[in-house]
């Protein structure tokens, strides 16, 4: 058995290949079944899963709309699927999903202490464009957001919020355990900038401990390491094979727990990785039942979106210049109606924002998918839990996928704003910070109401023209700045 056939693994059909399309296309039509059974057979005979999967993943978000009880089918019978569906591999065989829930550890990682030497800000600011915003310049650019339709106005009210109770910042009392210690868009490097107390996991590769361990001399807090021996060498924990070694090694850990999900990883090891943490949790759960969930979601989905938004967005396309009006006319003509269509249709309350991308695939979707899924079920069984919409970001998995910078470099010619990971990752730690001290933020009706809330989704759900009859111009347009 090969390295990448262990831990947890897509099963394996009657020809010996792991169809990671046949396990999506599976796992949507189980979600949809109990409320959508036209949908989930629809799903079910998509011959072109790599294609044709953006309709099937919208079709989730509106069969949930009937209903909160709608919704939260939807997303109990989706990670239902997933558990069913994947499997773990190793010596003896392949075994569920749900097997990690009481599988013995094979190791018990130690515990290195990293102490910062720097001492801990006691004012919130927020890095943009060079400079840090604070006071009134932060209150001046939140507004700013709010009226170019950036942000939700609840987003902008929590940051202030959080800037005026400065304390919040170190999160006493509180660890916060960061999956994916290294990634671009956790809150690691702030949260210990802060001073809070941060439990890092990320993949054993010295090169991006050195890195991290860097951070956290520089910063004020203390981060917990798993570790096996000396830092940087050995330390980390792989999550697709070793879930029982850190889901026991989380449950030892002091204070009261945070586990925040901010990993990532290319193809249908995004969904590999998403699945085992979702096992973790549960496992962690059983031992901490007291543990907070802190997610990201990501911009570049289908959400229900406020009337006030779709509002917002109509009158952009109301207000088109003569030039955008005369343009678009032609271009709707020539690709018979895909580009530049209008959002939304107005008076819509909700709406449904459809910025799914086609190139970034249905692995990284139902990745997406799946933690809000679970952000929606534990916060229906009282669990706090803080899940926001993060911007559009220049992250380094965005800039090497050319159509996809492309895109990004061209974006705001139609109202998006595109930000730098600096300006994104203190912007959605204050966020978290917020939940956290708010009781995961105030509780809706609607599961969709509690995805809208607080969102930070850089204008798609604003803007005049829905989000993916754009991009393609968006790209064509921002071909010279990407390549710069």
């Known amino acids: 058995m090969s390295t990448d056939d262990t831990g ?34 629809a799903a079910e ?37 997933v558990h069913a569906r994947l499997h773990v591999a190793g010596d003896d065989g392949e075994r569920p999903l749900s097997a990690l829930l009481d599988a013995p550890s094979t190791r018990t990682p130690g515990t290195r202490e990293v102490t910062g030497e720097g001492e801990a800000e006691r004012e919130f600011s927020l890095p943009f464009h060079g400079s840090r915003l604070r006071g009134a310049e932060l209150s001046r650019r939140l507004d700013a957001w709010v009226e170019g339709g950036v942000l939700e106005p609840s987003a902008a009210e929590a940051v202030r919020t959080v800037a005026a109770h400065p304390e919040w910042l170190a999160l006493p009392g509180r660890t916060v355990v960061v999956l994916g210690a290294g990634a671009e868009m956790g809150p690691l490097t702030a949260l210990l900038r802060w001073g809070a107390t941060v439990a890092g996991v990320d993949l054993p590769r010295p090169d991006l401990w050195r890195r991290v361990l860097d951070t956290a001399r520089r910063g004020a807090g203390t981060l917990l390491v798993p570790a096996d021996g000396d830092l940087p060498g050995g330390a980390g924990a792989d999550l ?13 850990l002091p204070g009261e727990l945070v586990l925040g999900n901010y990993v990532y990883a290319d193809g249908a090891t995004n969904v590999r990785v998403s699945a085992a943490v979702d096992a973790l949790t549960l496992r962690l759960q059983a031992a901490r039942p007291e543990t907070a969930l802190a997610f990201l979601a ?14 917002q967005s109509v009158r952009a396309y109301a207000g088109r210049s003569r030039v955008g009006k005369l343009v678009g006319r032609p271009l709707r003509t020539l690709s018979a109606g895909r580009l530049l269509q209008r959002a939304y249709v107005p008076g819509a309350d909700p709406g449904v924002n ?54 990004y470099a061209g974006a705001h010619r139609f109202g ?27 509780r809706h009706e609607h599961p969709w109401q509690d995805e809208a809330h607080a969102a930070v989704h850089g204008g798609l759900w604003r803007t005049a023209y829905a989000p993916r009859s754009a991009l393609g111009l968006a790209a064509v347009l921002g071909l010279g700045a990407a390549r710069g």
Request: glycine share 8%; net charge positive.
């Open 45 to 81: 005979q998509e011959t072109n899963w790599r294609a044709g999967y953006l309709t099937h993943f919208r079709r989730l978000v509106e069969a949930g709309l009937a209903s909160p009880d709608a919704a939260r089918a939807v997303a109990g019978a989706g990670l239902d699927a």
């Open 298 to 311: 990501t911009p570049t989905d289908v959400f229900a979106v406020p009337g006030d938004a779709v509002a």
């Open 354 to 407: 459809d910025s799914l991308v086609a190139q970034q695939g249905p692995n990284y979707a139902l990745a997406k998918r799946l933690q809000r899924w679970r952000a929606t079920v534990a916060r229906s069984a009282g669990t706090t839990v803080s899940m926001n919409v993060a911007p559009p970001t220049r992250t380094r998995s965005v800039v090497k996928n050319r159509a996809l910078a492309a895109a």
């Open 240 to 252: 697709v094979r070793e879930v029982p070694a850190v889901a026991d090694w989380l449950a030892g």
């Open 416 to 442: 998006v704003e595109v930000f730098e990971p600096a300006t994104s990752n203190v912007l959605m730690a204050a966020l978290l910070v917020h939940d956290l001290h708010t009781g995961g933020g105030p």
């Open 8 to 41: 947890v693994v897509f099963p394996a059909g009657p020809d010996g290949r792991r169809s990671t399309g046949a396990v999506g296309r599976a796992v949507v039509a189980d979600a949809l079944r109990p409320v959508d059974p036209v949908g989930a057979r």
